[in-house]
């Protein structure tokens, strides 16, 4: 059975910093890339950032480059996302997914982990 489980989020200040994780099992980790994206309140899912099934090649948002950073620890089966310099506009939302074969029945969400950056 797969599963990606989201510890809690947080509330954080502007210009404070999180790190949501993403455990996964059921499946090889170590074989899939990840994504995580975002919906904040009131909008639609946004794209946040990709990393690779080795962890050496990241993509990310333009609203987040710079601030954020993507991980992995494929012996852990974690994933991370590393959260720096917080603004009111990333309270959201954070889901991780993957996708292990081919169409939508293949594609797994973790639960949701909710961050508010907020004063």
């Known amino acids: 059975q797969v599963q990606l489980v989201e510890p809690g989020g947080g509330l954080v200040q502007p210009g404070g910093s999180l790190r949501p994780s993403c455990t996964a099992s059921?499946?090889?980790?170590?074989?899939?890339?990840m994504t995580w994206v975002r919906r904040p309140p009131g909008k639609g899912v946004e794209w946040v950032s990709y990393?690779?099934?080795?962890?050496?090649?990241?993509d990310y948002a333009d609203s987040v480059k710079g601030r954020f950073t993507i991980s992995r620890d494929n012996a852990k089966n974690t994933l991370y996302l590393h959260m720096n310099s917080l603004k009111p506009e990333d309270t959201a939302v954070y889901y991780c997914?993957?996708?292990?074969?081919?169409?939508?029945?293949?594609?797994?969400w973790g639960q949701g982990t909710q961050v508010t950056v907020a004063s």
């Open positions: 990393i690779n099934s080795g962890g050496d090649s990241t």
């Open positions: 059921g499946f090889t980790f170590s074989v899939y890339p």
């Open positions: 997914y993957t996708q292990i074969g081919h169409g939508e029945d293949w594609v797994y």
